[in-house]
Structures are given as structure tokens and as C-alpha cells.
């Protein structure tokens, strides 16, 4: 086998090229490359570069380290995950109970140990008597743990992967008829309901309503600036006479006005909204209704109104119209204007015309 020219840490022995270079920590370093010296001199420079990027980024880069390490338990991942969560997540508040979870499910564990079949195990012990949706949103949770570990080159690998999510079945539409309207309304405290009329003409969360602020109401266009929303972007919300005359029934007769919109009797931020939503509920004997519903409720009676549904995508902040197309079957009249269009030539097949080429 030709040797050509000689290049330092790249040798021969044996008929096999080897490699041969130092590491952060000084070490001496051998491995067998293969038959061809090409290859070998590229992964040569390959681990030679490795090695002065980890001196740029102060990082000890050493294949003994790597053999040496101790396996990382389970929760040191879920610690790591959970700083990470609290400094860059809005629903930190959500992890907390997850990760008590999977730490109590997977106490003791190292990472590297847990398989698919005990993530399996886990869906289908966790998912009695919880919604499908939980229980994937766990899963998911599980996952994006594992995911970082993975990007920050711990050597492990991904149990949740394989694990199919549950498949979801979650269009629910349930909307308010006039007289049920008419009775929560009633059930409602006076000082509450000009925060009903705004969620059902307007589609905003209960979030938004409880965070919204006098100084994002614009009087003089009708419209309503959302800073954040679910997404983390803000929007433009459009207000009706109807919010517009509640909202300056609240300047008028609200006795302590403060800072957000629709606060508590003492001006302070709305905390105990569902004390109030859900002694209404219980009055009224609403079947199978949450607050969430008067977005449904917005949305579902522009459809009925013959307004488009991207009118509706636009007007209730969705991103895309995948949400929008369970509201189709309530605005059926442009459908029927397109199948009408095939009228006609139903009528030519009933009548007898031929509308075929005819045999020569």
C-alpha cells in the first residue's frame, strides 16, 4: 500500500490507517480509521477541530470523560428542563404539575434506562379517567425533556419517539341559544356582565378580558390592542356598538375605576372570576358550558350570519383556519351557491338533451 506523503498524526500500521491527536485536557489519543488514508486524514482533522472549538468555548472535549461520565439521573434532567422552563415559558405554571409526575413515576431512574414500553405503560395507566388531551399534552412534556437533554449532547436517547400520541377528538362547538344568553346574563352580577357582552361580541379568551387595560381600548377607532396573546404576538381586536355601550356603562357606573377594564369592585386585577362564572352556572343549570363556549358562541353565530369564514379566522385572532372549519356547516349558503351551479345540467340529463359529441 503506497504511504504518499507524510502527514503528521495520520500513521500506518498493519495495513490499516490510524489517527492520532491531543485533547483539551493534554491526553494522547489513538483509533484505527480504515483502509484509506483520505478518509483518515479528514476525520484526523475533523477531531483536531473539534477540540479547538471547545478550547474557544472553555468546554473539556475528551473521549475518557465521555466513557467516565456517571449516568445522569432522571430528575437531574427534569431540574435542568424545569430552570429552563421557568425562564423562558409563559405556562411554567403547567410543567410544575407534570414534572411532579414523572418525577414520582420515574424516582430513582437513570435517563438513559427508561424505554418506550414504560413511557406505554405510563400513557395507559395515567389515561384512566383523564381526557385524551391530558394525557398527550404529558407525553409531549415528557418528550421536550429528553429533546433538550439531546441538544446540549447528553449521550441518551429519546424514549417518548416512538410512543404514538392518543389521536384527539376535540371539536367541540357548544354555543348559547338567545334564552340561554338571557339567563346567565340575569344570573350574572350587574357589575360582570358588560364582560359577557365584550367575550360574545368580540371572541376574546377569558385571559385577555381579565388582563385588558383602559389604556388598549381605543375610543376613537373601536378597537382593542391584545399585547399578548396565546402565541406570544399581539393583535387588533374589532369592538361592536354593543361593546362599546358596555364599556362606557362600566365609566359610568363603576364607583372604583381601576387600571384594567374589568377588575374587581375594589380596582384590583379580576382573580376570583370563576367564583362569580360559576355561581351563575349553577343558577342557571347551563348542560356541558365553560367560559371558552362564548368564544364558540362568537364564532359560530357570525357563520350563521352568512359572514365568510375568513372574515370569522380574522375577526376571532385564529392563525390558520383549521379551528374556522368546524364552524362551515353553519354558513352552508355559499356551498349551496356553488352546487347550484350543477343544476343545470341535471335538468339537460332529466329533459332528454344530449350533450354528447354525436357518432358520425
Known amino acids: 500500500m503506497p504511504r504518499g506523503r507524510k502527514i503528521r498524526g495520520v500513521f500506518l500500521r498493519d495495513g490499516q490507517w490510524w489517527i492520532r491527536w491531543a485533547c483539551t485536557l493534554g491526553h494522547d489519543h489513538r483509533k484505527p480509521s480504515g483502509e484509506l488514508k483520505t478518509a483518515a486524514t479528514e476525520e484526523h482533522k475533523a477531531k483536531r477541530a473539534e477540540v479547538r472549538e471547545a478550547r474557544k468555548v ?107 400520541l392518543i389521536r384527539e377528538n376535540n371539536a367541540r362547538n357548544r354555543c348559547l341559544n338567545a334564552e340561554e344568553e338571557a339567563r346567565l346574563m340575569a344570573a350574572m352580577p350587574a357589575w360582570l356582565r358588560p364582560l359577557i357582552v365584550m367575550a360574545l361580541n368580540t371572541g376574546m379568551k377569558r385571559g385577555e378580558l381579565r388582563a385588558l387595560r383602559w389604556e388598549d381600548v381605543d375610543f376613537q377607532t373601536g378597537t382593542v390592542n391584545i399585547r399578548r396573546d396565546k402565541t406570544g404576538d399581539g393583535r387588533w381586536v374589532t369592538l361592536n356598538s354593543a ?15 381601576g387600571g384594567y377594564v374589568f377588575c374587581s369592585p375594589e380596582g384590583k386585577y379580576l382573580h376570583n372570576l370563576e367564583r362569580y362564572w360559576r355561581a351563575a352556572l349553577n343558577d342557571t343549570k347551563l348542560p ?35 379551528m374556522v372549519q368546524r364552524y362551515a356547516h353553519l354558513s352552508p349558503d355559499h356551498i349551496r351557491a356553488a352546487v347550484e351551479k350543477l343544476a343545470p345540467w341535471s335538468s339537460r340529463t332529466a329533459t332528454g338533451t344530449n350533450t354528447g359529441t354525436a357518432k358520425a
Open 288 to 322: 356541558n358550558f365553560r367560559f371558552h363556549d362564548l368564544r364558540h358562541t362568537f364564532a359560530s353565530r357570525l357563520a350563521m350570519a352568512g359572514v365568510d369564514l375568513y372574515t370569522v379566522q380574522r375577526a376571532g385572532g385564529w392563525k390558520t383556519n383549521v
Open 58 to 164: 472553555g468546554r473539556e472535549c475528551c473521549p475518557r470523560l465521555v466513557r467516565r461520565d456517571k449516568p445522569l439521573l432522571f430528575e437531574e434532567l427534569l431540574a435542568d428542563f424545569m430552570e429552563h422552563s421557568k425562564r423562558t415559558k409563559r405556562s411554567h405554571n403547567n410543567d410544575i404539575a407534570k414534572a411532579e409526575c414523572f418525577e414520582a413515576f420515574f424516582h430513582n431512574r437513570f435517563a438513559v434506562d427508561i424505554t418506550a414500553k414504560e413511557v406505554e405503560d405510563f400513557r395507559a395507566s395515567f389515561g384512566e379517567g383523564r381526557a385524551v388531551a391530558t394525557v398527550n399534552h404529558y407525553l409531549k412534556f415528557l418528550k421536550a425533556v429528553y429533546n433538550r437533554a439531546i441538544r446540549q449532547g447528553r449521550p441518551i436517547s429519546n424514549p417518548v419517539t416512538p410512543v404514538k
Open 243 to 257: 361593546v362599546l355601550e358596555a364599556l362606557h356603562a362600566i365609566k359610568r357606573e363603576r364607583k372604583v375605576l
